[in-house]
């Protein structure tokens, strides 16, 4: 039981004030820093999941011929061979109106109908997508394919120019995730100093209980309820604060459509993990309370 | 009032029908029969690195018995008690309560034997945001009791205590003698095998004094054993057939062995 159940009267043997001041407060901050950084560390890896999983097998094929037909006919030739190897995929041959719209956002002319884009000599983009995950293999026989259907073409590794966007994403979730690491034990010691804390304020109604048979269980069970809940207190105010900047963020985020940042996202399991954080975070103070309560108990006898 | 009645035993004890604290445990046994209730061999006491501060305590206490223990200030009075009520366990020698060492015994079975307790501090100990009524309840509440059961144990306590009209006051709101009569009723209200009080009689006017060893004369007769520690010479002759133990800078005196070796275990 997370918090336990003790009967009324029993409760009273605690006076009625709050025995731990401070503590929902410091707690319902660290509830709120704790899950902003998980949302973070999810949303951050996630990313770099799908970043990885999309860059891994696939490689682009860059063919600069200066003939223009011919970069055309080379472009064309290579995918349909590259589409019938059995290491292959999928072959795609990337047309020249999709490359000036994506200049186009760069250069400022998103219709494509700059004269300055439609001037410039833009290569013909293949792009080739591996069967599994050795790409070794693959690799050479691609190579061997271009230099017979487009020679002088160069072929471009996704995993080489994003790979580090990739790795640094996932270090800062993996930084995300010791935050909510650090900020946990953060939580679990304000709790300790808290029992503690009560323990001394009490320690007169303790030691009299004690006298008059009562057991460790039966006073930790007292503390313990009385701690869960300040806790509990903290911890909802802190999830409801949290869940309304998350919500504030995931509203911005909607509108961001355009490259890494549209591969962020929580999942369902994301979700789960930021649900059941605040309903472990009560556990884990009900369980710090209850351990500190009855070391500090076995030292009076 | 209570002067009327401070030789009569409250309603709820000669009838057997109000509840024990020790009933609703197990883990204490019951004094062996015809054995002593309270057995110190040799027992020292030390804080710390100190010297001792009790040396060589030895004496038996028969069931039923009534004993005042007497000494001067820093004589260890206190210190003996707090073992006697298992706030202390000795540095040596050998303690027994109700036939079982205590020394060597865990301490997650002390709570069944303080049950079997009660205590009377020289300061009350009250807890201070309990009513009078909480305050005495509070033995059996920990023992387990039922609201049902307690409530009507515990307003005849308040009423033999004359404080009826008073239940619902707080600790702060009674006078010295009054919050005196609380700690008593709480100390005996679980019918108490063994009944400790330290200075009972130190914050009270001689006639209340006299009134509250009434209450403790009347447990007596019930069977309970009671250990007083006092000052008041005048006390100790009012109890017939009352041992004297006196404490002298942390030894026993004991000049007629009757506590070390009382008249029944003679051989």
């Given at each position: 039981?997370?918090?336990?159940?003790?009967?009324?009267?029993?409760?009273?043997?605690?006076?009625?004030?709050?025995?731990?001041?401070?503590?929902?407060?410091?707690?319902?901050?660290?509830?709120?820093?704790?899950?902003?950084?998980?949302?973070?560390?999810?949303?951050?890896?996630?990313?770099?999941?799908?970043?990885?999983?999309?860059?891994?097998?696939?490689?682009?094929?860059?063919?600069?011929?200066?003939?223009?037909?011919?970069?055309?006919?080379?472009?064309?030739?290579?995918?349909?061979?590259?589409?019938?190897?059995?290491?292959?995929?999928?072959?795609?041959?990337?047309?020249?109106?999709?490359?000036?719209?994506?200049?186009?956002?760069?250069?400022?002319?998103?219709?494509?109908?700059?004269?300055?884009?439609?001037?410039?000599?833009?290569?013909?983009?293949?792009?080739?997508?591996?069967?599994?995950?050795?790409?070794?293999?693959?690799?050479?026989?691609?190579?061997?394919?271009?230099?017979?259907?487009?020679?002088?073409?160069?072929?471009?590794?996704?995993?080489?120019?994003?790979?580090?966007?990739?790795?640094?994403?996932?270090?800062?979730?993996?930084?995300?995730?010791?935050?909510?690491?650090?900020?946990?034990?953060?939580?679990?010691?304000?709790?300790?100093?808290?029992?503690?804390?009560?323990?001394?304020?009490?320690?007169?109604?303790?030691?009299?209980?004690?006298?008059i048979g009562a057991t460790d269980r039966q006073?930790?069970?007292?503390?313990?309820?009385?701690?869960?809940?300040?806790?509990?207190?903290?911890?909802?105010?802190?999830?409801?604060?949290?869940?309304?900047?998350l919500l504030l963020i995931g509203w911005q985020?909607?509108?961001?459509?355009?490259?890494?940042?549209?591969?962020?996202?929580?999942?369902?399991?994301?979700?789960?993990?930021?649900?059941?954080?605040?309903?472990?975070?009560?556990?884990?103070?009900?369980?710090?309370?209850?351990?500190?309560?009855?070391?500090?108990?076995?030292?009076?006898? | 009032?209570?002067?009327?009645?401070?030789?009569?035993?409250?309603?709820?004890?000669?009838?057997?029908?109000?509840?024990?604290?020790?009933?609703?445990?197990?883990?204490?046994?019951?004094?062996?029969?015809?054995?002593?209730?309270?057995?110190?061999?040799?027992?020292?006491?030390?804080?710390?690195?100190?010297?001792?501060?009790?040396?060589?305590?030895?004496?038996?206490?028969?069931?039923?018995?009534?004993?005042?223990?007497?000494?001067?200030?820093?004589?260890?009075?206190?210190?003996?008690?707090?073992?006697?009520?298992?706030?202390?366990?000795?540095?040596?020698?050998?303690?027994?309560?109700?036939?079982?060492?205590?020394?060597?015994?865990?301490?997650?079975?002390?709570?069944?034997?303080?049950?079997?307790?009660?205590?009377?501090?020289?300061?009350?100990?009250?807890?201070?945001?309990?009513?009078?009524?909480?305050?005495?309840?509070?033995?059996?509440?920990?023992?387990?009791?039922?609201?049902?059961?307690?409530?009507?144990?515990?307003?005849?306590?308040?009423?033999?205590?004359?404080?009826?009209?008073?239940?619902?006051?707080?600790?702060?709101?009674?006078?010295?003698?009054?919050?005196?009569?609380?700690?008593?009723?709480?100390?005996?209200?679980?019918?108490?095998?063994?009944?400790?009080?330290?200075?009972?009689?130190?914050n009270v006017d001689p006639e209340m004094a006299?009134?509250?060893?009434?209450?403790?004369?009347?447990?007596?007769?019930?069977?309970?054993?009671?250990?007083?520690?006092?000052?008041?010479?005048?006390?100790?002759?009012?109890?017939?057939?009352?041992?004297?133990?006196?404490?002298?800078?942390?030894?026993?005196?004991?000049?007629?062995?009757?506590?070390?070796?009382?008249?029944?275990?003679?051989?």
């Amino acid at each position: 039981m997370i918090i336990p159940r003790v009967p009324v009267q029993h409760r009273r043997l605690l006076p009625d004030r709050r025995l731990s001041g401070p503590t929902p407060w410091v707690i319902a901050i660290l509830m709120m820093l704790t899950l902003l950084a998980a949302a973070a560390g999810v949303g951050l890896a996630r990313s770099a999941n799908a970043i990885g999983a999309a860059i891994a097998g696939r490689v682009t094929v860059q063919i600069v011929t200066a003939n223009p037909v011919t970069r055309a006919e080379q472009a064309a030739a290579l995918r349909r061979a590259a589409a019938a190897q059995p290491f292959v995929l999928a072959a795609r041959s990337v047309e020249p109106e999709e490359l000036q719209a994506t200049l186009g956002q760069w250069f400022g002319a998103a219709e494509g109908d700059d004269p300055v884009l439609k001037s410039l000599p833009l290569p013909a983009l293949v792009d080739i997508d591996f069967v599994g995950e050795d790409r070794t293999g693959p690799m050479r026989q691609l190579q061997a394919l271009v230099a017979r259907e487009a020679p002088g073409a160069r072929i471009i590794p996704h995993a080489e120019w994003l790979g580090p966007v990739a790795r640094l994403i996932r270090s800062l979730a993996w930084i995300a995730g010791g935050m909510v690491l650090l900020m946990t034990l953060a939580s679990a010691a304000v709790v300790i100093m808290t029992a503690r804390a009560a323990l001394a304020t009490h320690f007169p109604t303790i030691e009299m209980l004690h006298l008059i048979g009562a057991t460790d269980r039966q006073i930790t069970r007292l503390f313990q309820r009385r701690i869960a809940i300040d806790t509990a207190y903290g911890i909802a105010l802190g999830t409801v604060v949290a869940a309304a900047i998350l919500l504030l963020i995931g509203w911005q985020w909607s509108g961001v459509t355009s490259g890494l940042a549209a591969t962020a996202s929580f999942g369902p399991a994301g979700w789960a993990l930021l649900l059941a954080l605040p309903l472990l975070a009560i556990a884990l103070a009900a369980l710090t309370a209850r351990q500190t309560l009855l070391a500090a108990l076995k030292k009076i006898l | 009032m209570l002067a009327d009645e401070r030789t009569s035993a409250p309603v709820l004890w000669p009838d057997a029908r109000a509840p024990r604290a020790g009933d609703a445990m197990t883990e204490a046994s019951p004094a062996r029969p015809g054995g002593a209730m309270v057995e110190f061999d040799g027992v020292g006491l030390r804080y710390g690195p100190d010297a001792e501060i009790l040396s060589d305590i030895s004496f038996n206490l028969q069931p039923g018995s009534f004993y005042f223990l007497t000494g001067a200030s820093g004589a260890g009075k206190t210190s003996l008690l707090k073992m006697l009520y298992l706030a202390q366990r000795p540095s040596r020698g050998i303690v027994r309560l109700f036939g079982e060492d205590l020394v060597a015994m865990p301490r997650h079975r002390l709570p069944g034997f303080r049950r079997r307790i009660g205590v009377v501090f020289q300061d009350f100990r009250l807890i201070p945001h309990l009513s009078a009524r909480d305050n005495i309840a509070l033995p059996l509440r920990i023992a387990g009791v039922s609201e049902e059961d307690l409530s009507g144990p515990v307003g005849e306590m308040l009423s033999w205590i004359g404080l009826g009209d008073r239940a619902d006051a707080h600790p702060a709101t009674l006078s010295g003698g009054e919050q005196q009569r609380v700690a008593i009723a709480r100390a005996v209200i679980a019918r108490p095998q063994l009944l400790v009080a330290d200075e009972p009689t130190g914050n009270v006017d001689p006639e209340m004094a006299m009134r509250l060893l009434g209450l403790f004369e009347a447990l007596n007769r019930l069977g309970t054993t009671v250990v007083v520690a006092t000052h008041d010479i005048h006390l100790i002759s009012r109890i017939e057939n009352a041992q004297m133990m006196r404490l002298e800078k942390g030894r026993l005196s004991d000049p007629t062995g009757a506590l070390r070796y009382p008249p029944a275990n003679r051989t």
